[in-house]
Every structure is written in structure tokens, then in C-alpha cells.
């Protein structure tokens, strides 16, 4: 019985850490590091890049 907690402890820490923090109206995710299809933004509110696919930013007029 108390192995089976922990290991339901276990996964519920792994879920809650692998959760990425979204951000740019729920369009970015922010992370250390953007993918190669991802430009960096802004920064998030944990020093973090928002990385954004490049099609959701708006262009300058």
C-alpha cells in the first residue's frame, strides 16, 4: 500500500513538472530555450523566454 502511494506521489510530481507555462494569450509556452520553429518575444514572468510560433505575431506597419 505505501509503495503504491508513492508511486502515485511520484506521478502526480512528474505531471505537475512537465506542465509548461503558456503565455502570448495562450499562443506561446515559455521555456529556457525555443524550438526551431519558435522566435523569442517576450520573457515570462519566471525569467523564462515566451517562445511564439512566428505566425501568431503581428507585423509592424
Given at each position: 500500500m505505501k509503495l503504491m502511494l508513492l508511486v502515485l506521489a511520484v506521478i502526480l510530481l512528474l505531471v505537475r513538472?512537465?506542465?509548461a507555462m503558456r503565455c502570448w494569450g495562450k499562443l506561446g509556452r515559455c521555456r529556457t530555450?525555443?524550438?526551431q520553429n519558435?522566435?523569442?518575444h517576450i520573457l515570462c514572468t519566471d525569467?523564462?523566454?515566451c517562445?511564439?510560433?512566428p505566425k501568431h505575431i503581428p507585423v509592424k506597419t
Open positions: 513538472v512537465t506542465q530555450t525555443c524550438e519558435e522566435v523569442f525569467e523564462a523566454k517562445c511564439v510560433n
